[in-house]
């Protein structure tokens, strides 16, 4: 039994908390938010998790010390936009070599780092790890049978990582990629938002079929100009998490889309969603990486222009679909 600590109340990490409360750990949960410790405490369940119950052994704190101190392994799971604000509170309780997985997915805009690298600048004493892949709190919640994968820096880090969260219902694979594995899981939030715009627009399962497939194609060129591998961008971390994250209405970013693609403002599309919407803010972040390795990535651009310059939804579609012509892989040659 390991003692581990989960910084970040939302969905997430009640989920990651029903799952580990269950593998026989012991759990602590730390929030910022007087109200949602209370909310927890007093009625051992999430608002937006309805009818999962924490185990009675779940302890819920404001004590972001104590809960650093008195565990073995952090679990990160606080928006991607707080990551290096909470991290850098962490910093000073962390002992040389701690664990810390990072759950969330994100790019930080004005750096253009990953959040692994954001919290190993700031807690440079830790040994930081990643887990991703098609994963939604909904489901793993009430056991619905998931995979993911855990990227660390060395295997011994990704096997013990493996055993502590692999359940019956939950099946953990192990990758060196952490490049790969977080590239993914922030840039398909960015094409999450263009297929909910599809969906918002009345389009159908070939627009949906090929935003997937050619947004596939940017998240790849990016990934390995970046270092990360291509057959990780074809693994849970990046095909898998895409593919439910642009078909699945627990997605934020493919409910933010749907609405934006209805005729809401990215301000109003986030407000009615009601919950951070990750894709948004790794857009900005994503235009930029394609700018600065000179990547081709038209979805991403456009996705940018929606949501930053007023571009009406449908006029990027029509800019995409009459692009110039052009090969599908150019690394495959004519006879």
Not at 162 to 185: A, C, H, N, W
Not at 214 to 234: C, D, H, K, P, S
């Amino acid at each position: 039994m390991a003692k581990i600590s989960i910084i970040g109340a939302g969905t997430w990490g009640i989920g990651l908390t029903v799952l580990l409360s269950n593998n026989g750990h012991q759990v602590n949960i730390w929030s910022a938010v007087p109200a949602e410790v209370e909310m927890l405490q007093k009625n051992r369940e999430h608002k937006n998790l309805p009818g999962i119950r924490l185990a009675d052994s779940v302890t819920v704190t404001e004590d972001l010390e104590a809960s650093v101190r008195e565990a073995d392994i952090l679990v990160m799971a606080v928006a991607s936009v707080y990551t290096r604000k909470v991290a850098r509170q962490m910093s000073p309780y962390v002992p040389e070599g701690m664990i810390i997985v990072d759950v969330a997915k994100g790019i930080e805009e004005n750096t253009l780092m990953t959040l692994s690298h954001q919290i190993s600048q700031e807690i440079p004493q830790a040994n930081v790890a990643v887990l991703s892949g098609p994963s939604h709190a909904e489901e793993v919640s009430r056991r619905m049978p998931t995979t993911c994968v855990v990227g660390a820096r060395d295997r011994h880090t990704a096997e013990y990582l493996q055993k502590i969260f692999m359940s019956d219902v939950f099946r953990v694979y192990t990758s060196p990629d952490m490049t790969g594995i977080e590239l993914g899981g922030a840039l398909k939030n960015v094409i999450a938002l263009a297929a909910g715009m599809a969906d918002g627009l009345g389009y159908g399962d070939n627009t949906k079929a090929a935003l997937i497939t050619r947004g596939m194609a940017e998240m790849t060129r990016l990934a390995v100009a970046m270092g990360g591998r291509q057959e990780t961008l074809y693994g849970l971390s990046g095909i898998g998490d895409l593919i439910v994250t642009c078909a699945s209405m627990h997605s934020r970013n493919r409910r933010a889309g749907i609405l934006i693609g209805q005729g809401y403002t990215m301000e109003a599309a986030m407000k009615e969603v009601n919950m951070v919407v990750e894709g948004v803010f790794s857009a900005k972040a994503a235009k930029a990486l394609a700018e600065k390795y000179h990547i081709e990535m038209p979805i991403v651009e456009q996705v940018n222009q929606i949501l930053f310059s007023g571009k009406a939804a449908q006029d990027a579609v029509k800019e995409l679909m009459l692009r110039d012509k052009t090969i599908e892989n150019p690394m495959l040659p004519w006879e």
